[in-house]
């Protein structure tokens, strides 16, 4: 019996130029180069704010501003130093600054008027200290109230009224003295204050 010998054509199939691709019909087998795409990095633009601090003069201008109800209403506190002498201690580092003022004739007056007619309706300062000066002012003003409403009612030196007297003047001067340091550490930092009570009437003016 004669061997019939079979010549199997070899399994591998190898790229020629008429069949590029080995195994045209499975895709499993087929090797295409993988296309990596990489997210591209978000560009990130990096902007520096541009910062506009409220210039030094300005607030040296709004703290000198806030002295002035300040020392006006020192009058108010001399209740509250009798019956608490220690908190004549608080006040020591500005003892100097209220000697000078007190010692310049009319300085009350002339520092009204001058922060007045001088910076809140001078149009060439800023509206910050504008602001600033017109909120002082309008503390100042309303400083003066208490004062002539103990002169018209005459309270006296006993009894209800004078305690009443008492109470009013030293509240006067403790909402006083936080407005002055509200107002004074808001202008160091270059904040604007908003006085309760004042800041309105204040704002409508300018």
């Known amino acids: ?52 601090p409220t210039p030094a003069t ?30 004549g201690i608080l006040f020591d580092p500005i003892l100097p600054f209220l000697s000078l003022y007190k010692s310049l004739p009319y300085a009350s007056f002339v520092a009204f008027f001058a922060l007045y007619l001088g910076v809140v309706r001078n149009p060439s300062f800023s509206h910050y200290v504008r602001f600033n000066s017109m909120q002082a002012v309008t503390l100042d003003v309303l400083l003066v109230v208490p004062l002539l409403l103990t002169r018209i009612l005459n309270p006296g030196r006993v009894g209800l009224g004078f305690k009443v007297m008492v109470w009013g003047h030293t509240g006067v001067f403790v909402f006083s003295c936080l407005c002055f340091v509200y107002g004074v550490v808001s202008s160091i930092l270059g904040r604007t204050p908003y006085l309760p009570f004042v800041a309105d009437a204040a704002g409508r003016q300018i």
Do not use: E, W
């Open 1 to 52: 019996m004669a061997a019939l010998c079979y010549s199997l054509p070899s399994l591998t199939l190898k790229p020629s130029p008429l069949n590029p691709k080995p195994y045209p019909n499975i895709p499993f087998l087929s090797h295409p180069k993988p296309s990596l795409r990489l997210p591209k990095k978000p560009t990130t633009t990096i902007t520096r704010m541009s910062r506009n």
């Open 58 to 87: 300005d607030r040296l201008i709004s703290v000198a501003a806030y002295s002035l109800p300040f020392f006006n209403s020192l009058q108010y506190g001399r209740y509250l130093f009798i019956q608490y002498p220690q908190l």
